[in-house]
T-cell receptor, first 115, second 111 residues
Framework: GAVVSQHPSWVICKSGTSVKIECRSL??????MFWYRQFPKQSLMLMAT?????????EQGVEKDKFLINHASLTLSTLTVTSAHPEDSSFYIC???????????FGPGTRLLVL | QQPVQSPQAVILREGEDAVINCSSS?????VHWYRQKHGEAPVFLMI?????EQKGHEKISASFNEKKQQSSLYLTASQLSYSGTYFC????????????FGQGTRLTINP
């Protein structure tokens, strides 16, 4: 199956700092990647759609200046949580769409804890 | 709009069967099924495209009823490893690419 990596898997940071999360598709080229946020025992909430070479499309209610997304290549997208606060603590998961299979494959996720 | 999954939770004994349903208020192009274990990311199970198909492996299969705008996931002779939360993700427009996920169905398999 398709492989998507995400780094780091765990982040603990102080309030006010910025955190960068990387998402890579390892065995296919993904023109589109997605960033999700998941709270305990809840569903996957789409934050934004990241397209290679263009600006990300954010879902309603998601602050684009706080969650910066860059999709620099067909295999890499990054999410930067700027000036993180405790309420930003969550499980962040990326997915990459394999155009050949018309489906998304998820990375292992990043747990962010802001103190 | 978020699809509705039912049931919200189910507890089975090993070897029993389960059906998880996913219903949408909008016409669907595709339905994607994932399983997520505690503390891990969702794992892709299968995709069903518009056309009313049914597919799957030996013990995990799914159907897609385009007219009813719903999909069902069938788990037969369940194994302990089937435990987890199952999510359906729906794609409304072909090419839209983004998926809207249901609230999840928590499946617990006991020995």
């Amino acid at each position: 199956g398709a492989v998507v990596s995400q780094h780091p898997s765990w982040v603990i940071c102080k309030s006010g700092t910025s955190v960068k999360i990387e998402c890579r598709s390892l065995d296919f080229q993904a023109t589109t990647m997605f960033w999700y946020r998941q709270f305990p025992k809840q569903s996957l909430m789409l934050m934004a759609t990241s397209n290679e070479g263009s600006k990300a499309t954010y879902e309603q209610g998601v602050e684009k200046d706080k969650f910066l997304i860059n999709h620099a290549s067909l295999t890499l997208s990054t999410l930067t949580v700027t000036s993180a606060h405790p309420e930003d603590s969550s499980f962040y998961i990326c997915s990459a769409r394999d155009p050949a299979r018309e489906t998304q494959y998820f990375g292992p996720g990043t747990r962010l804890l802001v103190l | 709009q978020q699809p509705v999954q039912s049931p919200q939770a189910v507890i089975l004994r090993e070897g029993e069967d389960a059906v998880i349903n996913c219903s949408s208020s909008k016409a669907l192009y595709s339905v994607h099924w994932y399983r997520q274990k505690h503390g891990e990311a969702p794992v892709f199970l299968m995709i069903l495209l518009k056309g009313g198909e049914q597919k799957g492996h030996e013990k995990i299969s799914a159907s897609f009823n385009e007219k009813k705008q719903q999909s069902s996931l069938y788990l037969t002779a369940s194994q302990l490893s089937y435990s987890g939360t199952y999510f359906c993700g729906t794609e409304i427009i072909q090419g839209a690419q983004k998926l809207v996920f249901g609230q999840g169905t928590r499946l617990t398999i006991n020995p």
